[in-house]
């Protein structure tokens, strides 16, 4: 069982910049692909980015696209979302997830293993 946990999270004006890690821990992720997802109150949860278990494929929301980056360090077993001129839409908690068939999808059923997700606030 793979537990997953996000830190990182916070308040930061419009324009400014975060980054999000999840660190896993009970098995190694190295051939897991990585997703993060968000959910914002009041709406469901959409796909923001996610990695290949190689890192050598990457997936993007159109609205993050070109503002976020998603990365992963396999020995440290941790994953990354480096989040660039944020804007308040960007507000939601956002959740790590975990998919032991390594390609990456936008599709959150892919993805056996979920954090508890860290809040993300951005003032306008």
């Known amino acids: 069982q793979v537990q997953l946990v996000e830190s990182g999270g916070g308040l930061v004006q419009s324009g400014g910049s975060l980054r999000l890690s999840c660190a896993a821990s009970?098995?190694?992720?190295?051939?897991?692909?990585m997703g993060w997802f968000r959910q914002a109150p009041g709406k469901e949860r959409e796909f923001v980015a996610a990695?290949?278990?190689?890192?050598?494929?990457?997936y993007y929301a159109d609205s993050v696209k070109g503002r976020f980056t998603i990365s992963r360090d396999n020995a440290g077993n941790t994953v990354y979302l480096q989040m660039n001129s944020l804007k308040p839409e960007d507000t939601a908690v956002y959740y790590c997830?975990?998919?032991?068939?390594?390609?990456?999808?936008?599709?959150?059923?892919?993805?056996?293993?979920w954090g508890q997700g860290t809040q993300v606030t951005v003032s306008s």
């Open positions: 990695i290949s278990w190689a890192g050598t494929n990457t």
């Open positions: 009970g098995r190694t992720v190295s051939n897991y692909a």
């Open positions: 997830a975990a998919d032991y068939r390594g390609l990456g999808t936008s599709r959150g059923q892919s993805y056996e293993n």
